[in-house]
């Protein structure tokens, strides 16, 4: 085996990410023909079939998806210790980017207006979307997620979260108050739905229920802008909704049922804390903590 052991590694995880020799290159700054050189000039020297291709499309081999969650790390790593080594005398500047939820982003929004005050030389640039960054292909250097993290990340929790369970003063008066998880078959429930087209059940400390929808939608802020125009009842993460009911547009209801929701995380690559993504992180810690009441 070859000492040197990154050989075709950098373009290997280059074609996985783009799915595509010729966005490879591109991005490497060479050609397709040495991208696909080098790939098979590896997989040569592993005795391996890393990649599947047709004239139209790139596929990876299972022996090639093991082998690029392995690789993915290391090269991240790498081209993070660089960017570290350049970066640790110097304050943020430049651009990074940042990825978010829908439902996060004008949080994110608040946290990097705040960054440019400290950090007028860093520009950064906020990419909305409830889809999961590819951090490489899509240049992200910064997501904030909802949820469990790729334990291929490095992740800074933010903050912890609740369900609460959220209607409008007049919906209330008008169709009264629910006590219990089972009476609200009787309310309008006002329901998202996830990205892979299933209503979510609603939690609470002991159960989970799956209540009958009068409007659905995979948009998590109309459900608080429906719930605020009185259309019915709602359940979603409390920094949606706890300044609506601090300030009494909506009422919090079954508040001694309420379930813990999933986390919020800022997550990048493996030895990508230059100096832009450490002041990022600071500051999306400052924003967030400061949302507990």
Known sequence: MSTDVFRGVA?????VEELSFRRAAARLGVTPAAVSKA???????????????????????PEGAVFFAQCRVAVAAV??????????????????????????????SAAVAQLRFRHPRLMVRIQVTDQMAR??????????RIGD???????????????RTVAAPAYLSRRGTPRSS??????????????????????????TVS????????????????????????????????DDVHSGRL??????????????????????????????FAELGRAFSGLDR
């Open 135 to 144: 951090f490489a292909s899509e240049r992200v250097d910064v997501a904030v």
């Open 182 to 207: 089972a009476e609200l078959a009787g309310h309008e429930c006002l329901v998202f739905v996830a990205p892979n087209g299933r209503q979510r059940a609603w939690s609470f400390v002991d159960e």
């Open 39 to 61: 790939v098979l000039g590896l997989e040569t020297e592993l005795e391996v079939k890393l990649l599947e291709r047709t004239s139209r499309a790139v596929s990876v081999t």
């Open 149 to 163: 993290a790729d334990p291929g990340l490095l992740a800074k929790l933010l903050r912890k979260t609740r369900w």
């Open 211 to 242: 209540v009958p929808p009068a409007m659905l939608t995979d948009h998590g802020p109309t459900l608080r802008d429906a719930a605020l125009a009185g259309m019915g009842i709602t359940q979603v993460l409390d920094f949606m909704v706890d």
């Open 79 to 108: 081209a993070g210790a660089r960017s570290e080594m350049s970066a640790t005398r110097s304050a943020p500047r430049g651009e990074a980017v940042v990825s978010a939820p829908f439902i996060l982003a004008p949080l994110v």
């Open 11 to 15: 373009s290997f995880v280059a074609v």
């Open 251 to 280: 009422v919090a209801v079954l508040e001694d049922q309420v379930a813990d929701g999933p986390p919020l995380r800022a997550l990048t690559l493996p030895g990508r804390q230059s100096a832009n993504v450490r002041a990022i």
